[in-house]
DNA sequence: GTCTATAACGCGATAGAC
DNA sequence: GTCTATCGCGTTATAGAC
């Protein structure tokens, strides 16, 4: 019978966001997402043709905001003050920030053995240590710093490490240092 | 037939890291790590009893190492300078990059569709844009700001955007900004 | 527009021969 | 120590009834 909400398609996108914030992209499964909704996977596959597609669309919305942002950042010069766009992109990862979620839940797959939760654990508490604190507002420093250092290593994978880890570094220490 | 090469064990280690690195820890099956040595799924079966016990012991240095760092991050002071703790975890990232390129990889597991890829591309450009220079020791400073800022996210999404974004982004300008 | 039923596939994992 | 063969499961995806 057909269900008495008509927006099924956009319950749809609602519900598979929520999951996949929790869950990851990997381990949500279709039949997880019709399953809430109260509808069968196969009537899922009425309104998307896959997956893919499903997916595919809830990212396209960030992807839009991502060239926007580009085509504003690409008006920037050297000289300029950056913080309006540091502000921006901040506001762009905060509005899409379900679908950041999900994509760390994807990379915690590996982890069922709880390695990454241990990981992740151990952070947090350097994280503390660092900044001598445990308010919020003082973590962050030690998240744009640490998690910094730790992006460019898989950023740049092949460059010479004494190059990145010099840059690195000073970035890191400037990010966490307050006063001056 | 027994192979001629001795320690098994350590090659499909080797080649499990290197296909992780490459494709993620989801995408890639035991029977891929197979294929690459010659050998079948089962052989690898006698080698590891799971998927799960291959992946935990490539993780266990990464973790052990962490332990260490935490260890010695747990004796800095306020007031220390945080440099050599921030060199020792650039270095342990980087020893393990291999690892971390694995994550990556499975958290772009739905960006079959490519989004993933035009998302990194964006930033990467934007990263240049910033810092008004292509050479890495410049996209570094970048790296570290967009990448904190993004990280602050995931890491805080519960907390009031507006605490979380003032700190995030006045780390991220002093990550950014080399003269003052 | 939604359902039931099921096909087709790849995965991790196991059994047993050699 | 490695093989072939297969199981059981969850998955994406399709066909056809209502």
């Known amino acids: 019978m057909p269900r008495l909400n008509a927006d099924t398609r956009a319950e749809i996108r609602a519900a598979a966001l929520e999951l996949f914030a929790q869950r990851g992209f990997v381990r949500t499964s279709l039949r997880e997402i019709a399953e809430q909704l109260g509808i069968t996977k196969a009537a899922l596959y009425y309104h998307f043709s896959s997956k893919g597609e499903l997916i595919s669309e809830l990212v396209a919305p960030l992807v839009e905001d991502l060239e926007t942002f580009q085509k504003r950042a690409a008006e920037y010069s050297a000289g300029d003050d950056p913080r309006p766009l540091l502000e921006t992109y901040f506001d762009l990862c905060h509005r899409h920030r379900m679908l950041f979620l999900g994509l760390v839940q994807d990379a915690g797959v590996a982890a069922e053995l709880e390695a990454l939760t ?28 640490l998690g910094g250092l730790q992006d460019c290593v898989v950023i740049f994978p092949d460059e010479p490490a004494e190059v990145i880890k010099e840059a690195a570094v000073g970035a890191a220490l400037r990010a966490l240092i307050l006063d001056r």
Request: glycine residues 4%; charged residues 25%.
């Open 118 to 145: 241990t990981i992740i654990h151990k952070r947090t508490e350097v994280d503390a240590v660092l900044v001598g604190s445990t308010e919020p507002a003082d973590l962050v420093r030690a998240t744009v710093a």
